[in-house]
């Protein structure tokens, strides 16, 4: 599939994020009141900041176009196009002072994600993929694991928290544990895009989600980059996603029982 032909959509996200994260690091975590979520969660006051500095930016350059946002909701979703933003993913991590988090922002045309970008603030790192156009990060080009085998693989893995109900923690319990055995490494880092990320740049082999109430904007950017960069991602009705090369994505699918259609 060719990229498509407006390319200033990928300099503006870039820049959107770029501006929002910037603001971010100056700030550090400490300037930064916390609000709880029923879901364990928390919003900071730079959840909002980010929300409001990456929406206008992007309705500045496209008034037509529509938004879906963690924080703010949805505003003109019914656009041709879509944008999908995730302030920051990880905030909680943000509010400790954990450097671990993103600002993930992806675009829909109709139904279809054609644009992904996560900008992780600490280090100044920048994730980005145009559908037919690869995946780069800071512009350099990025691909997947060559490694062919779960048992020399490191295996991203997302788990579901406290706050989940106890039938899915427990189902968790015992993938994660098939996991364990059949890889070489799994690592819980608790964001999706990152790890996503780090997937399409090969330094995790693959992911796997095992919480199984991931939104979207926890997904699209990463969903994007993994596939530009050669990935596989499959989201299944019953909700684990697996994503990574199609040779260990395959390995995964069999490993977890996952034999069910996807979404």
């Given at each position: ?5 407006q390319p200033d959509f990928g300099s503006v996200a870039k820049a959107a994020v770029k501006i929002a994260g910037t603001g ?78 993103s600002i993930s922002l992806a675009l829909r045309r109709r139904d279809d994600l054609i644009l992904g970008v996560v900008y ?83 330094g995790f082999d693959a992911y796997v989600n095992l919480s199984g109430a991931s939104k979207i904007w926890d997904l699209a ?43």
């Amino acid at each position: 599939m060719a990229a498509f032909s407006q390319p200033d959509f990928g300099s503006v996200a870039k820049a959107a994020v770029k501006i929002a994260g910037t603001g971010i690091v100056r700030s550090r975590w400490k300037d930064s009141p916390v609000r709880a979520k029923a879901s364990g969660d928390v919003v900071t006051r730079w959840d909002l900041h980010v929300d409001s500095q990456v929406s206008n930016h992007i309705l500045e350059s496209f008034p037509d176009h529509g938004i879906i946002s963690e924080e703010s909701g949805e505003t003109n979703a019914d656009a041709e196009y879509v944008w999908i933003l995730d302030p920051i993913d990880g905030s909680r991590h943000f509010s400790q002072g954990l450097p671990l988090y993103s600002i993930s922002l992806a675009l829909r045309r109709r139904d279809d994600l054609i644009l992904g970008v996560v900008y992780a603030p600490e280090g100044d790192r920048l994730f980005a993929a145009e559908t037919g156009g690869g995946a780069t990060l800071d512009e350099e080009p990025i691909s997947c694991s060559q490694r062919t085998s779960l048992a020399d693989s490191i295996v991203c893995v997302e788990i579901p928290t406290r706050h989940y109900p106890i039938e899915l923690r427990s189902y968790a319990l015992e993938k994660l544990a098939l996991l364990m055995d059949h890889a070489d490494r799994v690592r819980v880092i608790g964001v999706s895009a990152l790890g996503l990320c780090y997937t399409a740049m090969g330094g995790f082999d693959a992911y796997v989600n095992l919480s199984g109430a991931s939104k979207i904007w926890d997904l699209a950017a990463g969903e994007v980059i993994l596939r530009e960069a050669g990935g596989q991602f499959t989201r299944f009705a019953d909700g684990p996603i697996v994503g990574g090369p199609p040779v260990l994505h395959d390995q995964l699918v069999d490993l977890l029982g996952l034999p069910g259609k996807p979404e």
